[in-house]
């Protein structure tokens, strides 16, 4: 079952989410809860998804980089589920890149983030780990931290750089790669 989304504006989304308990992770109510998360987040073409974003204020976010029309180059990997994730270590050095979001449609906007973190979380098993991650996948894991704390990407933004239309986005995209056309949105 998906889940429907939240979007600018719900004010669950300007709030710090809370953080889970091992006891809570071991609750059937919060097993499905990651798995209906994950099929909410394949079916929006997304990459990455929090738990406000579905309307619960938790500290729970699933990564999953594949690429996809909204994110053609986007690298491959089996998703991550982390539970209350925490940026203990970054890198100095940060790159711009475009981001969307599921709770912000049709708009892009270019974000300065680290380029390297190390992040640490409880899995779904309630085990603690660390690791390292790099480029468009750290980008992601920043972008959906923030939604813990109540941001957007477009809170990330320069102040000089403003947001452009989805539409204007794979204008540009298209252009640089002419490969892209192939991968025209469903909707
Ligand atoms: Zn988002």
């Known amino acids: 079952m998906t889940l429907p989304l939240t979007y600018l504006g ?16 071991q609750e059937l109510a919060f097993q499905e809860l990651v798995a209906q998360l994950l099929i909410t987040l394949t079916s929006s073409n997304g990459v990455g998804i929090a738990a406000p974003q579905v309307g619960q204020s938790l500290q729970l976010i699933i990564v999953a980089s594949h690429p996809n029309p909204r994110y053609p180059h986007a690298p491959a990997m089996d998703p991550v589920v982390m539970i209350n994730p925490w940026i203990v270590h970054h890198s100095q050095q940060v790159e711009k890149g475009w981001e969307g979001c599921l709770s912000v449609p049709g708009q892009r906007g270019l974000v300065p983030r680290y380029e390297s973190i190390s992040v640490e979380y409880l ?7 660390q690791r390292v991650f790099n480029g468009f996948v750290a980008r992601i894991i920043q972008h959906e931290c923030d939604h813990l704390q109540g941001l957007f990407f477009l809170d990330r933004m320069e102040p000089w750089d403003q947001p452009i239309s989805e539409g204007e986005y794979r204008g540009m995209n298209n252009q640089l790669n002419p490969l892209d056309l192939s991968l025209s949105d469903p909707r």
Request: charged share 15%; net charge neutral; aromatic share 0%.
């Open 10 to 25: 719900h004010p669950l989304l300007r709030q710090t989410a809370q953080t889970v308990t091992v006891s809570e992770i």
């Open 123 to 129: 899995t779904p098993r309630g085990s603690q780990e």
